[in-house]
C-alpha cells in the first residue's frame, strides 16, 4: 500500500500535481507534521525579521536553478 496517488490534474498554469494520500499517508503526515511544525517555529524565532529576505533569497535561488 503506497502513501500517495499521484493524479494528473494540473493548475491552469502547469506548475502544480495534484496529489491525494491514502490512510497510510495521513497516518503518515499526522506522525511527522507536528516535527515540522515545531522546525518551522525554530527557523522562524533564529531568523527572525531576517526571515522575509531568507526567504526571497531562497526563491531567487530557486527560480535561477530552473
Do not use: C
Not at 493548475?11 to 499526522?30: A, M
Not at 515540522?36 to 531567487?60: H, R, T
Amino acid at each position: 500500500m503506497t502513501a500517495i496517488n499521484i493524479f494528473e490534474h494540473s493548475g491552469q498554469d502547469g506548475r502544480f500535481t495534484y496529489v491525494d494520500l491514502t490512510l497510510k499517508g495521513n497516518k503518515i503526515l499526522s506522525k511527522v507534521f507536528p516535527h515540522w511544525q515545531l522546525a518551522q517555529d525554530q527557523v522562524k524565532k533564529i531568523l527572525g525579521e531576517e526571515l522575509d529576505s531568507f526567504q526571497k533569497n531562497l526563491k531567487n535561488i530557486n527560480t535561477n536553478l530552473i
